[in-house]
DNA sequence: AACCATACCTAGAACATCTAGGTATAAAGA
DNA sequence: TCTTTATACCTAGATGTTCTAGGTATGGTT
């Protein structure tokens, strides 16, 4: 995909979201889950999410807790909070809004 | 709509592109067509133009030239380049495959 | 003359991402 | 038991960007 960097950004906190309100998860599985929604063509370091992550959270869009993996290893998981959940809804409305606008915008004069 | 400011970036170079593919136009006039196009819920300052607009013109992706608005006043038109034509196609694409992904993940669990 | 709307511009504050480093540990294999 | 690999998390600071808050200029209107 190759995305622009602000449109990284932009699209970032709304996945995010987007996969913590289907169920909790820690930092490296939502990684992965980009990479699997998007067929592979993001993929996020994982020096770039933590940080989004701890100003989700300082935003109050998420809270954490630490929990274990299967073997032992010590994980930190994330959980939506209902600020975050109308956050949600709030910026995939914008998105699609945005979207429709763009898209007919360009569908008019066929580019 | 009330943007966040990262979806506000992200939005305004496509925006801004596919206006300018549709006519050469200027900017006060860009300003009055997103604000048109959204349904007045998108006003940008003109301090808030002009800085993208330079870079833009940096990224070749437009160029400008001097006119005159039927009452002798100069304005400053830019035009699309043929770069800035590519351009317009891949943020295109991208907008509809981020959205897609967003609607999708966020539809399964009705949020 | 004074004012308003149009029209463009820039410096720098403010803010966010993302790179490039780092730590720690369980499992696996040699 | 030692090394390597994968998992898992973290942060400082460079970098890049928007956007605010100023500014200039001018044509039309009162």
């Given at each position: 995909m190759d995305l622009p960097k602000d449109m990284v950004a932009a699209s970032a906190t709304p996945l995010i979201l987007a996969i913590l309100n289907n169920?909790?998860?820690y930092g490296y599985d939502i990684i992965a889950q980009v990479k699997g929604l998007s067929d592979g063509e993001m993929q996020w370091?994982?020096?770039?999410?933590?940080p989004i992550m701890h100003r989700?959270?300082?935003k109050e869009l998420i809270t954490s807790y630490w929990g274990q993996s299967e073997t032992g290893r010590k994980?930190?998981?994330y959980q939506i909070t209902s600020i975050g959940q109308e956050s949600l809804i709030s910026l995939t409305n914008n998105w699609r809004k945005l979207n429709d606008m763009l898209q007919n915008l360009v569908g008019e004069n066929n580019v």
């Open positions: 169920a909790d998860s370091a994982d020096g770039m999410l933590y989700l959270e300082k994980r930190k998981y």
